[in-house]
């Protein structure tokens, strides 16, 4: 009888056993799977500040095409939720235009605007009178021949240009009054050494005389020259308002500032990422655009404030004097077939 008992315990002491570990077995079967399945359902987020842009320029506080930068910055880094951070370098902090062209090329700076785009038949839309208005700039560029020099640049520089940001015309600052073009006639003016200013001012009849920027206010001090080019906003910022007497609104040139990334860094962003970019440039140049309009009043005030007269020719003989310019520069460029194509961008066709 006792036998009989002691193998009745035995029996149920194994099946408990084998109860406690089968279920030992399930738990650690279930826990080993939910800890594989975890990383699964909570994907780690971007961490703020996680993707850095280096956006530099020549323009400094105040001017259009910094306000624009700051706006874009405002805006990227609001809807990437922070995971975007802008870093501005504004005044050439981060060494010349050639200079920064260089790092962006490398992805050294992610972004930088300037007015020269390094490809020459992008700048070369600024020809004296060719476009009427910094609309036209962005119409050339979405076209089908605008793609394809913006394609050059990304083969040969590793640089995209996405976008502009604006600058006021160009107009002439100078110590003599100009009602009309016999006005300029033999008037010693500093201007850039590219041919395009070069060949407009001797088409106004003047004598141009390139400098670098530095030497232009004692210049005009000193009477080596009687006054020079720039936009309106540059006039202050140097200011050439307290050298010169007169304002003349020849607005010879309209030039935007051109936005380039790095195609490195723009290929490394996600699809969501690099419309984002667009986006906020595009909404920044619009920014940027209204801003425009206010600064220029606002510069126009500073320079009457400090005696300036503001001279408004009629510009019509100014237009038809540039025509061989723009004529002869511009098939130079783009070849009689390409230089057609943008003269029916210019008139709005």
């Known amino acids: 009888m006792k036998t009989k008992k002691l193998v009745a315990i035995v029996t149920l002491l194994v099946m408990l056993a084998s109860l406690i570990v089968g279920c030992s077995a399930k738990t650690a079967t279930t826990t080993t799977t939910t800890a594989t399945e975890a990383p699964k359902a909570e994907a780690e ?4 500040g996680s993707i850095q842009i280096k956006y530099s320029t020549w323009a400094g506080e105040g001017e259009a095409a910094y306000e624009g930068m700051k706006k874009f910055k405002e805006l990227i880094e609001a809807e990437s939720n922070g995971v975007i951070e802008v870093l501005l370098y504004p005044s ?3 060494g010349s235009t050639n200079e920064q062209v260089e790092q962006v090329s490398m992805n050294q700076l992610q972004m930088m605007s300037s007015g020269d785009p390094g490809i020459k038949e992008l700048e070369y839309l600024c020809l004296p009178y060719l ?8 119409t050339f560029m979405e076209s089908e021949v605008g793609q394809k020099y913006i394609e050059q640049g990304i083969a040969s520089r590793k640089t995209r240009i996405i976008d502009t940001l604006p600058r006021s015309p160009r107009i002439i600052s100078c110590n003599f009054p100009v009602n009309s073009l016999a006005d ?20 106004f009849g003047a004598n141009p005389t390139p400098m670098s920027m530095g030497e232009v206010y ?12 720039n936009p309106i906003e540059t006039i202050v910022s140097y200011g050439f308002h307290n050298v010169n007497k007169y304002l003349v609104m020849s607005n010879h040139i309209i030039k935007p500032a051109f936005v380039m990334i ?10 969501e990422y690099q419309a984002l970019v667009l986006d906020c440039c595009k909404r920044a140049r619009e920014y940027a655009n209204e801003y425009l309009t206010t600064a220029i009043e606002r510069d126009l005030k500073t320079c009457t404030d400090a005696g300036m007269t503001v001279c408004e020719p009629d510009l019509t003989e100014w237009k038809e004097a540039t025509q061989s310019v723009r004529d002869t520069l511009g098939v130079k460029v783009w070849g009689e077939d390409g230089y057609e194509a943008i003269k029916k961008i210019a008139a709005g066709n």
């Open 218 to 229: 004692s210049a005009m001090q000193t009477g080596v020259v009687e006054g020079q080019e």
């Open 45 to 48: 987020a971007p961490k703020k």
């Open 92 to 94: 050439d902090q981060a």
């Open 131 to 138: 476009f009427d208005s910094l609309d036209k700039y962005t």
């Open 184 to 203: 300029l006639k033999n008037r010693k003016l500093r201007s850039p050494e590219k041919d395009y200013y070069v060949e407009t001012f001797k088409a």
């Open 262 to 271: 790095s195609e490195t860094f723009y290929q490394s962003l996600t699809p």
